[in-house]
């Protein structure tokens, strides 16, 4: 039900949505806002409340960095209080990052924070960007019957598909779907209506408040194995030095080689205080050490399972929790326990 008394903040940090094509160059470049609205008459016949703000300068999604993360929750702290619900227009590329750190470093959010943005610029004729951003705001500004938000969590709403932001990833980058969120129920799905499915969004504690964190600490590293990974390559990343945490890409349900020099490599890792996550490669399902030798090595040397964790939330996970100068046992007790909904533990899935 959308409350016609409802205030929703729109942010625009850029992407696509809000670019043109330079006449010069053929490629397309970050535009202002006035763009954005001339496009979009539309966003006055809204019976709520839209206010805006505009990034300085607005950015393609790939040069996002923490810093951004930052000023996005500095933006929704201070107007908090002023605003239902805030709809954050972003470049593609990197939205299931910035939707990830933000469910992190907004504890107990009791308001929707919807993301969203498009694959063809607003200007053009077959944009996706309207219905992308109207169906996005009504989102923000809808409540239940108790005049509280529908989606009081970070989502990323995109042609059709409402999902949880630390359970999305970008999986098509030519077609309008560009989303998916493989291992966890969209929230709602829009046709004619907006379908919202009330079991599977995330409830905060409206007797608490909700707590805007700072901190992120981004000395972390990835590994992705393939067969035939080069023993020095795993060897200087492992190595790093100054490094926190690395995310080791496995195969299937979490598994490894079983070669000597590469279990030595992982045991030093973790015997130095690095916290070494296990994201499996494949989209669907989750890492289970414990179904081969091969993957029962790699939880014996003190690799921590990061379960069916998105890659990007693990990388906002940790830069979240080495931010907040937590020793690597804690680390690695938050990486297995869902703090927002952003993994599911083997024991929830048996109960589903
Ligand atoms: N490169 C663009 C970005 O992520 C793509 C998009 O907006 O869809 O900012």
Redesign the pocket.
């Known amino acids: 039900m959308i409350d016609i008394n409802a205030r929703v903040l729109l942010i625009y940090t850029?992407?696509?949505?809000g670019?043109v094509v330079n006449p010069d160059t053929g490629s397309?470049e970050p535009f202002d806002f006035s763009h954005l609205n001339s496009h979009m008459p539309e966003m006055d016949r809204f019976k709520f409340k839209v206010d805006h703000i505009v990034f300085e300068p607005v950015?393609?999604?790939?040069?996002i960095t923490p810093e951004h993360w930052k000023k996005m929750v500095r933006t929704i702290e201070d107007n908090y209080d002023k605003y239902d619900g805030f709809v954050i227009l972003?470049?593609?590329?990197?939205?299931a990052y910035t939707a990830s750190a933000l469910s992190f470093m907004i504890e107990n959010l009791h308001k929707p924070i919807v993301l969203t943005?498009?694959?063809l610029p607003i200007g053009k004729l077959r944009t996706d960007a309207k219905e992308n951003l109207i169906t996005a705001l009504e989102i923000a500004a809808d409540k239940d019957e108790n005049g509280r938000p529908i989606v009081p969590e970070v989502s990323i709403f995109f042609q059709n598909d409402l999902l949880r932001g630390n359970r999305a990833t970008k999986v098509n980058a030519d077609n309008f779907n560009?989303f998916k969120s493989y291992n966890y129920p969209n929230l709602g799905k829009s046709g004619i209506q907006i379908k919202y499915d009330k079991k599977v969004i995330f409830q905060p504690d409206y007797t608490k408040k909700t707590i805007f964190h700072y901190y992120l600490e981004t000395r972390i590293a990835t590994l992705k194995l393939f067969p035939g990974i080069n023993k020095y390559i795993v060897e200087t990343v492992l190595g790093l030095k100054d490094i926190q945490a690395i995310i080791l890409e496995t195969y299937g349900s979490g598994n490894a080689p079983l070669s000597p020099w590469f279990l030595k490599l992982i045991q030093e890792a973790v015997d130095r205080g690095v916290v070494i996550v296990n994201i499996t490669q494949c989209e669907i399902g989750m890492v289970n050490m414990e179904r081969y030798e091969t993957g029962r090595e790699l939880l014996k040397a003190g690799v921590v399972s990061g379960f069916d964790s998105t890659f990007e939330s693990a990388v906002a996970k940790l830069m979240f929790l080495i931010g907040h100068d937590y020793n690597p046992s804690e680390i690695k007790r938050r990486m297995s326990i869902p703090l927002v909904g952003e993994m599911t533990r083997p024991e929830e899935k048996d109960t589903e």
């Open positions: 850029g992407g696509t949505i670019m397309l950015i393609d999604s790939s040069e972003h470049g593609t590329d990197t939205m943005g498009s694959q560009a």
